[in-house]
């Protein structure tokens, strides 16, 4: 699995940008932004200016500016944004989790089938291990609780 991205709600706003056009000046995509929210172009530059010592963004000079691009794939980002997420949700409540996706999510009647395929392909397991740390997760307290009777929480810490 690919490293989980370190990019903030805010820069994740400028990454799009330049997602969206394949290579942005900073007054570009100062435009986007301040129309859709209020920033300043210097809000604009600060985050630009992480997102490249990130190394997340580049700067090419051109003759009066630079211009920004990504190497970043925005697709690839995505997943790994969801990836991200997923690794802090217990394995045996990622089901559930989806379900709830799929209810909310709109999407159209080839959606549904594409959805409908990858479900009647789906390999199942005869069960889904909970793979949280002792402590973070309901599942392990439960199972614990035999070996470990009347244990707290505050009792499992310390045992570490
Ligand atoms: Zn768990």
């Not at 799929?102 to 990858?118: C, G, S």
């Not at 199942?124 to 291990?129: C, F, L, R």
Request: glycine share 4%; aromatic share 4%.
């Amino acid at each position: 699995m690919s490293e989980t991205l370190n990019i903030s709600d805010a820069e994740w706003e400028v990454m799009r940008v330049v997602w969206a056009s394949g290579e942005s000046t900073s007054k570009e995509i100062a435009q986007v932004l301040n129309d859709k929210r209020g920033w300043s172009q210097s809000t604009v530059k600060t985050l630009i200016g992480r997102l490249s010592s990130k190394g997340y963004l580049h700067a090419r000079k051109e003759a009066r500016h630079f211009v920004y691009i990504t190497h970043l794939e925005e697709p690839e980002s995505l997943k790994r944004e969801v990836e991200g997420m997923l690794s802090r949700i217990c394995s045996r409540k990622k089901p559930n989790l989806l379900a709830y996706l799929i209810e909310k999510i709109p999407m159209v009647a080839e959606d549904r089938a594409m959805l409908e395929e990858v479900l009647q392909n789906k390999q199942v397991v005869a069960e889904v291990p909970c793979d949280c740390h002792p402590g973070q997760c309901t599942c392990q307290l439960h199972a614990s609780s035999t070996i470990l009777p009347n244990l707290s929480l505050e009792e499992i810490k310390h045992e570490n």
